[in-house]
């Protein structure tokens, strides 16, 4: 399964970005942790929009973080998943260019911090890159569940 494919799909369906991102791999989740879909919404939905629309980390790693912890962490061992994680990041900053939401939106979508989501709409999704950073953000964590 394309999971880049499956996450951008989902966050053009309306799924916030970090929910997008945690739901394309909501099969594997739940086949190790025993969440389903609708536990994996609840527990994701508060960090799109750079942790509740205040732009901060973007959210489409922190569902990118939240997906390499439930499928490669044993739960105790920090030091590992953090490993895996950074160079997670790494690899999305040296795509992107940043970590942080405002910087990747740029422009009036980066300021707008209103905890009252805009409507999606054809402008919304033209003047944002946000369904791009969930393919990516989910290619990534891919290439890592595979390794």
């Known amino acids: 399964m394309d999971r880049g494919a499956e996450a951008e799909k989902l966050f053009k369906e ?22 389903k879909e609708a536990e994996l919404k609840k527990l994701s939905i508060g960090f799109g929009g750079g942790l509740s629309r205040q732009r901060l980390v973007c959210g489409a790693v922190s569902g ?9 962490s044993d739960g105790e061992d920090k030091g590992g998943i953090y490993v895996i994680v950074q160079k997670a990041c790494a690899e999305f900053k040296a795509e992107t260019g940043s970590l942080i939401c405002a910087e990747l939106l740029k422009g009036p979508c980066a300021s707008d911090t209103s905890p009252c989501p805009e409507k999606r709409t054809a402008e919304y999704y033209k003047k944002r890159p946000c369904a791009e950073l969930c393919r990516l953000a989910a290619e990534i964590a891919q290439k890592y569940i595979e390794e």
């Open 14 to 35: 309306g799924y916030n970005c970090t929910v997008a991102v945690v739901c394309a791999f909501k099969d594997l989740i739940e086949a190790r942790l025993g969440v």
């Open 64 to 72: 990118m973080t939240m997906v390499l912890s439930a499928l490669l």
